[in-house]
C-alpha cells in the first residue's frame, strides 16, 4: 500500500497554482481536447479536472490491484485439475518430437541435405536448392548438425500447430464480424506480450522441455496464421463471391471452391510469418531446456563464448533463411 | 403467363427501411426520404413483368437502380417491399434452401467485369454452376465443352481467364451462364466493359444466340443505343423510378418526358425505326388475274409507275412496271401473269431503316414488306424514310 496525495502526481504543481492562473489552464486543456476530440471528450476533461481541483489537498490510499495474485490462482487451479491432461499430451508429443529428430540423425547428413536440396529445388527453384545445400553443408562443417535438426523439428511442429489452429480460426474471423471483433485484441494482446511471460505458465502445464517450448511458441506464432488467412479470405473480390452466389454456392461450397484457393498466396505469406516468429523463439524457449540451436546460443551465453554464439546465431539466420525463402517462392508460385 | 412479374417492388439501403418505405409510400421523393431519414432509395415501386423468350432490357444512367432491381430478381440483394414472381411462384418468400435451389435452376448471371475465377481455367469455369449442383465429372465437362462450342470458343479450355481478352472472357461468362441451361439469363452491363467494335459483334452475337436458344433475358445497360438495338422490350429508369416502358420504336417515337427525349436525340434513328414503322398500305394493288389494259388505265389515273401483285391469298406475287405492261397488251395477253417482275427484294417488317435506305439505293420501285408466308403487310418508298427521319427528329 502506498499513500499518494493528488498534489504529488505530475499534475500537482500545476493544481497549487494561483486561481486564476488555474482556471485559464483549465479553459485551455478543456478547449484542447473539444478541439482535437470533440464535445464529449471536453466535457469528461472539465469533469475530471474540476474533481481535481477539489480533491486537490486530499491524501487517501490505493490499494494496488492484486492481479498477480488473481493469475497465480487461476493458473494453479487450471494445474491442479487439467495439468494431468497436459502432462499426457506433452509425453505423447515429446515422443513423437523424439522420434522425428532421432529419424533426421539416422541418415548421414549428406543423404538429409541432398533430399532437402531436392525438396527446395523442386518447391522453389535452383536458386533456392543453391542456397539450401551451401548453407546446410556448411552448418554440418560447424557440428551444429544435431543442433540444427532439433531446431528445424521444433520449428516445423510449431508452425504445424500454429497453422492447424490458425487456419480454421482465420476463416472463422472472415466469415463472423462478432468473431472478428472478438479474436482480433486478443491476437493484439499475444503478440505485444513478452514472450517470455507464456514460458512460465507453460512448465507447469507441459514440464521442463521441447513442448513447452513449442506451447509458447505457438501462443507467440498463431496470430500470423490467423490473420492472413483472414485477410486472404476477405480479399477475395466481392464480384467473384456475388457470381458464386448467383450460381447457388452454399457457404461451404463458396469456401472451398472460391475463397481458400484464392486466399492461399496470402495464407502462405501467414505460414512464412508464423515460421520465421517460430524460429524467434526458439533461443528464448532454450531457457526452458528446448536444446537446439537456442541451447546453443544458451550456453554460449552463460560461458560467455562470442565465438560459439556467433556460430549458433549464424546457424539461425541460414536456417532462417533457408525456410524463409522456400515459403516465400511457395507463396508467389499460388499468385493468381 | 409470364415469366417474370414484378409487383412494387422498393429497396432501401439504410438501417431502418420501415420508416423509410412509410414515407415512400405517402409519395415523398428519394431526395426528401433522404433529408428526413438519412436513408437511400434504391428502387421505388416499380412494376413490370418479363414475357417468356423476351429480351428486356433495363436502362438507366449510374445510381438509377437498373443493377439493384437486376439482383432483386435472383435476391443477391433483399427488396425491402414488394413481390417478385418467377415462373408464378413468389421467391421473396423462399427460404435460404430453396433460394439456392431456384438460382441453380432457373437462372444464369453475366457480370460487367466478367467475374470469372482466376484460379480456374476457362473449362473449370464453365463448369462452376454444374459442379455447384452435385453433377458427375465426365457429364458437366461434356456439357461445358458445348457451351463454349456455343459462344465459339472451342479449344481455349485449358487457358486461364487471364491470357483472355475482354471479349473473349465474356463469351466464357456467357458461357458460364448458359452451361446450367437457365430459363433465364440475367446480364449486369454484360457488354460496358468492352470496347466499342467488340461490344457491337457481342451483340449481334448475342442476337443470334438468342435465335437458337431462346432464353428470357434481362439485360441491364447504360447505353441506349444497346438498349434499343437488343431489347425485345425496354424499361428506362431513373432515380430508383421507371420512367418509360416500352419497344424501342415506342421509346423513340413517343418518349414519355424531357428525361427520355433528351437521351433520344442522340440515338441514331435509322437503326431503331423498322419497316413497321414507315410502312404504308398500296393505294392500288393488282392480281395475277387482272387484265393488263384495264390495269394500266388504273395506274395511270393514279400516275404510279409500278404496282404491287399480290394473289387471292394476299401473298406477294411481284411488281408490274408501266413499260412491262405496254408490252403485254402489244402481245395481246390476257392476264398480267406473263408480265410480273418475281425475282423483287423484299424485307420483313422488322428490317431496321438502315437496311431499307441500303436496299432502296439501288431499287428505283416501291419495296413489298411481307411476313414469314409472303404475305404482303404494305410497302415502302423512298421519300416515306427521309421524311420519316425527318419528323421524328422534331418531335
Same mark, same amino acid.
Given at each position: 500500500?502506498?499513500?499518494?496525495?493528488?498534489?504529488?502526481?505530475?499534475?500537482?504543481?500545476?493544481?497549487?497554482?494561483?486561481?486564476?492562473?488555474?482556471?485559464?489552464?483549465?479553459?485551455?486543456?478543456?478547449?484542447?481536447?473539444?478541439?482535437?476530440?470533440?464535445?464529449?471528450?471536453?466535457?469528461?476533461?472539465?469533469?475530471?479536472?474540476?474533481?481535481?481541483?477539489?480533491?486537490?489537498?486530499?491524501?487517501?490510499?490505493?490499494?494496488?490491484?492484486?492481479?498477480?495474485?488473481?493469475?497465480?490462482?487461476?493458473?494453479?487451479?487450471?494445474?491442479?485439475?487439467?495439468?494431468?491432461?497436459?502432462?499426457?499430451?506433452?509425453?505423447?508429443?515429446?515422443?513423437?518430437?523424439?522420434?522425428?529428430?532421432?529419424?533426421?540423425?539416422?541418415?548421414?547428413?549428406?543423404?538429409?541435405?541432398?533430399?532437402?536440396?531436392?525438396?527446395?529445388?523442386?518447391?522453389?527453384?535452383?536458386?533456392?536448392?543453391?542456397?539450401?545445400?551451401?548453407?546446410?553443408?556448411?552448418?554440418?562443417?560447424?557440428?551444429?548438425?544435431?543442433?540444427?535438426?532439433?531446431?528445424?523439428?521444433?520449428?516445423?511442429?510449431?508452425?504445424?500447430?500454429?497453422?492447424?489452429?490458425?487456419?480454421?480460426?482465420?476463416?472463422?474471423?472472415?466469415?463472423?464480424?462478432?468473431?472478428?471483433?472478438?479474436?482480433?485484441?486478443?491476437?493484439?494482446?499475444?503478440?505485444?506480450?513478452?514472450?517470455?511471460?507464456?514460458?512460465?505458465?507453460?512448465?507447469?502445464?507441459?514440464?521442463?522441455?521441447?513442448?513447452?517450448?513449442?506451447?509458447?511458441?505457438?501462443?507467440?506464432?498463431?496470430?500470423?496464421?490467423?490473420?492472413?488467412?483472414?485477410?486472404?479470405?476477405?480479399?477475395?473480390?466481392?464480384?467473384?463471391?456475388?457470381?458464386?452466389?448467383?450460381?447457388?454456392?452454399?457457404?461451404?461450397?463458396?469456401?472451398?471452391?472460391?475463397?481458400?484457393?484464392?486466399?492461399?498466396?496470402?495464407?502462405?505469406?501467414?505460414?512464412?510469418?508464423?515460421?520465421?516468429?517460430?524460429?524467434?523463439?526458439?533461443?528464448?524457449?532454450?531457457?526452458?531446456?528446448?536444446?537446439?540451436?537456442?541451447?546453443?546460443?544458451?550456453?554460449?551465453?552463460?560461458?560467455?563464448?562470442?565465438?560459439?554464439?556467433?556460430?549458433?546465431?549464424?546457424?539461425?539466420?541460414?536456417?532462417?533463411?533457408?525456410?524463409?525463402?522456400?515459403?516465400?517462392?511457395?507463396?508467389?508460385?499460388?499468385?493468381? | 403467363?409470364?415469366?417474370?412479374?414484378?409487383?412494387?417492388?422498393?429497396?432501401?439501403?439504410?438501417?431502418?427501411?420501415?420508416?423509410?418505405?412509410?414515407?415512400?409510400?405517402?409519395?415523398?421523393?428519394?431526395?426528401?426520404?433522404?433529408?428526413?431519414?438519412?436513408?437511400?432509395?434504391?428502387?421505388?415501386?416499380?412494376?413490370?413483368?418479363?414475357?417468356?423468350?423476351?429480351?428486356?432490357?433495363?436502362?438507366?444512367?449510374?445510381?438509377?437502380?437498373?443493377?439493384?432491381?437486376?439482383?432483386?430478381?435472383?435476391?443477391?440483394?433483399?427488396?425491402?417491399?414488394?413481390?417478385?414472381?418467377?415462373?408464378?411462384?413468389?421467391?421473396?418468400?423462399?427460404?435460404?434452401?430453396?433460394?439456392?435451389?431456384?438460382?441453380?435452376?432457373?437462372?444464369?448471371?453475366?457480370?460487367?467485369?466478367?467475374?470469372?475465377?482466376?484460379?480456374?481455367?476457362?473449362?473449370?469455369?464453365?463448369?462452376?454452376?454444374?459442379?455447384?449442383?452435385?453433377?458427375?465429372?465426365?457429364?458437366?465437362?461434356?456439357?461445358?465443352?458445348?457451351?463454349?462450342?456455343?459462344?465459339?470458343?472451342?479449344?481455349?479450355?485449358?487457358?486461364?481467364? %487471364?491470357?483472355?481478352?475482354?471479349?473473349?472472357?465474356? *463469351? /466464357?461468362?456467357? #458461357?458460364? &451462364?448458359?452451361? +446450367?441451361? =437457365?430459363?433465364? !439469363?440475367?446480364?449486369?452491363?454484360?457488354?460496358?466493359?468492352?470496347?466499342?467494335?467488340?461490344?457491337?459483334?457481342?451483340?449481334?452475337?448475342?442476337?443470334?444466340?438468342?435465335?437458337?436458344?431462346?432464353?428470357?433475358?434481362?439485360?441491364?445497360?447504360?447505353?441506349?443505343?444497346?438498349?434499343?438495338?437488343?431489347?425485345?422490350?425496354?424499361?428506362?429508369?431513373?432515380?430508383?423510378?421507371?420512367?418509360?416502358?416500352?419497344?424501342?420504336?415506342?421509346?423513340?417515337?413517343?418518349?414519355?418526358?424531357?428525361?427520355?427525349? %433528351?437521351?433520344?436525340?442522340?440515338?441514331?434513328?435509322? *437503326? /431503331?425505326?423498322? #419497316?413497321? &414503322?414507315?410502312? +404504308?398500305? =398500296?393505294?392500288? !394493288?393488282?392480281?395475277?388475274?387482272?387484265?393488263?389494259?384495264?390495269?394500266?388505265?388504273?395506274?395511270?389515273?393514279?400516275?404510279?409507275?409500278?404496282?404491287?401483285?399480290?394473289?387471292?391469298?394476299?401473298?406477294?406475287?411481284?411488281?408490274?412496271?408501266?413499260?412491262?405492261?405496254?408490252?403485254?397488251?402489244?402481245?395481246?395477253?390476257?392476264?398480267?401473269?406473263?408480265?410480273?417482275?418475281?425475282?423483287?427484294?423484299?424485307?420483313?417488317?422488322?428490317?431496321?431503316?438502315?437496311?431499307?435506305?441500303?436496299?432502296?439505293?439501288?431499287?428505283?420501285?416501291?419495296?413489298?414488306?411481307?411476313?414469314?408466308?409472303?404475305?404482303?403487310?404494305?410497302? +415502302?418508298?423512298?421519300?416515306?424514310?427521309?421524311?420519316?427521319?425527318?419528323?421524328?427528329?422534331?418531335?
Amino acid at each position: 500500500m502506498e499513500e499518494l496525495s493528488i498534489s504529488e502526481l505530475p499534475l500537482g504543481n500545476l493544481l497549487s497554482l494561483p486561481l486564476w492562473e488555474t482556471v485559464i489552464i483549465f479553459a485551455l486543456l478543456v478547449l484542447l481536447s473539444w478541439w482535437a476530440a470533440g464535445r464529449l471528450v471536453a466535457a469528461v476533461t472539465a469533469i475530471g479536472l474540476g474533481v481535481m481541483w477539489m480533491l486537490r489537498f486530499q491524501t487517501f490510499e490505493i490499494e494496488k490491484v492484486p492481479l498477480d495474485e488473481w493469475v497465480e490462482d487461476s493458473l494453479n487451479f487450471l494445474t491442479d485439475h487439467f495439468a494431468f491432461v497436459t502432462k499426457g499430451i506433452s509425453k505423447l508429443t515429446d515422443v513423437g518430437i523424439d522420434y522425428v529428430i532421432d529419424g533426421l540423425m539416422y541418415f548421414p547428413p549428406w543423404l538429409v541435405i541432398l533430399v532437402f536440396t531436392f525438396l527446395a529445388w523442386r518447391l522453389a527453384g535452383r536458386n533456392v536448392a543453391f542456397l539450401t545445400a551451401v548453407g546446410l553443408v556448411f552448418l554440418w562443417n560447424l557440428h551444429l548438425w544435431k543442433p540444427t535438426m532439433e531446431t528445424l523439428t521444433l520449428v516445423l511442429f510449431a508452425t504445424f500447430i500454429s497453422v492447424s489452429i490458425g487456419v480454421p480460426l482465420g476463416v472463422m474471423a472472415a466469415i463472423s464480424n462478432t468473431f472478428y471483433r472478438i479474436v482480433m485484441p486478443i491476437l493484439d494482446f499475444m503478440q505485444t506480450m513478452p514472450a517470455f511471460v507464456y514460458l512460465i505458465p507453460a512448465i507447469p502445464f507441459f514440464g521442463l522441455g521441447a513442448v513447452s517450448a513449442i506451447f509458447a511458441t505457438v501462443v507467440f506464432a498463431v496470430p500470423p496464421s490467423i490473420r492472413f488467412t483472414c485477410l486472404g479470405i476477405k480479399q477475395v473480390p466481392a464480384e467473384l463471391i456475388e457470381a458464386a452466389d448467383a450460381f447457388g454456392s452454399t457457404q461451404t461450397q463458396k469456401l472451398l471452391k472460391l475463397q481458400l484457393p484464392l486466399a492461399v498466396p496470402t495464407m502462405m505469406a501467414g505460414v512464412n510469418q508464423t515460421i520465421m516468429l517460430a524460429l524467434s523463439m526458439v533461443v528464448i524457449a532454450a531457457m526452458i531446456g528446448a536444446g537446439g540451436l537456442g541451447g546453443e546460443v544458451w550456453k554460449a551465453i552463460q560461458r560467455l563464448k562470442s565465438g560459439m554464439g556467433f556460430e549458433a546465431g549464424l546457424a539461425i539466420v541460414i536456417l532462417a533463411m533457408i525456410l524463409d525463402r522456400i515459403t516465400q517462392k511457395i507463396a508467389k508460385g499460388h499468385k493468381v | 403467363m409470364d415469366k417474370i412479374k414484378i409487383t412494387n417492388i422498393s429497396k432501401i439501403f439504410g438501417p431502418q427501411p420501415a420508416l423509410a418505405l412509410q414515407l415512400l409510400n405517402q409519395g415523398l421523393g428519394k431526395e426528401e426520404i433522404f433529408n428526413q431519414t438519412g436513408q437511400a432509395v434504391g428502387l421505388a415501386n416499380i412494376s413490370f413483368e418479363v414475357q417468356e423468350g423476351e429480351i428486356m432490357v433495363v436502362m438507366g444512367l449510374s445510381g438509377s437502380g437498373k443493377s439493384t432491381l437486376l439482383r432483386c430478381l435472383n435476391r443477391l440483394i433483399d427488396p425491402s417491399q414488394g413481390q417478385v414472381f418467377i415462373d408464378g411462384v413468389d421467391i421473396t418468400t423462399l427460404d435460404h434452401e430453396a433460394l439456392l435451389a431456384l438460382r441453380r435452376q432457373k437462372f444464369g448471371m453475366v457480370f460487367q467485369h466478367f467475374a470469372l475465377f482466376p484460379h480456374r481455367n476457362i473449362l473449370h469455369n464453365v463448369e462452376y454452376g454444374l459442379e455447384i449442383q452435385g453433377m458427375e465429372v465426365d457429364k458437366r465437362r461434356e456439357k461445358a465443352r458445348q457451351s463454349l462450342k456455343l459462344v465459339g470458343l472451342e479449344g481455349w479450355e485449358d487457358a486461364m481467364p %487471364r491470357q483472355l481478352s475482354g471479349g473473349m472472357q465474356q *463469351r /466464357v461468362g456467357l #458461357a458460364r &451462364a448458359l452451361a +446450367v441451361e =437457365p430459363d433465364i !439469363l440475367l446480364m449486369d452491363e454484360a457488354f460496358s466493359a468492352l470496347d466499342p467494335l467488340i461490344r457491337g459483334d457481342m451483340q449481334s452475337e448475342l442476337l443470334q444466340l438468342q435465335e437458337r436458344v431462346r432464353k428470357t433475358i434481362v439485360f441491364i445497360t447504360h447505353d441506349l443505343d444497346e438498349a434499343l438495338n437488343i431489347g425485345s422490350r425496354v424499361v428506362l429508369m431513373k432515380d430508383g423510378k421507371v420512367v418509360q416502358i416500352g419497344t424501342p420504336e415506342d421509346i423513340i417515337s413517343q418518349p414519355a418526358d424531357d428525361y427520355v427525349k %433528351r437521351f433520344v436525340e442522340n440515338v441514331d434513328k435509322s *437503326r /431503331v425505326l423498322t #419497316a413497321h &414503322a414507315v410502312m +404504308v398500305w =398500296p393505294r392500288l !394493288l393488282a392480281s395475277p388475274q387482272d387484265e393488263p389494259a384495264q390495269v394500266l388505265a388504273n395506274m395511270a389515273e393514279e400516275n404510279l409507275s409500278s404496282l404491287v401483285v399480290v394473289n387471292a391469298d394476299q401473298t406477294l406475287a411481284g411488281i408490274v412496271r408501266m413499260e412491262t405492261l405496254t408490252q403485254a397488251i402489244e402481245r395481246g395477253d390476257k392476264t398480267l401473269e406473263n408480265s410480273i417482275e418475281r425475282e423483287v427484294p423484299t424485307v420483313t417488317a422488322k428490317e431496321p431503316l438502315k437496311g431499307l435506305i441500303s436496299i432502296l439505293a439501288t431499287w428505283p420501285l416501291s419495296l413489298p414488306v411481307i411476313d414469314k408466308q409472303r404475305k404482303l403487310l404494305g410497302i +415502302v418508298v423512298k421519300g416515306m424514310i427521309l421524311s420519316a427521319l425527318a419528323k421524328r427528329g422534331n418531335h
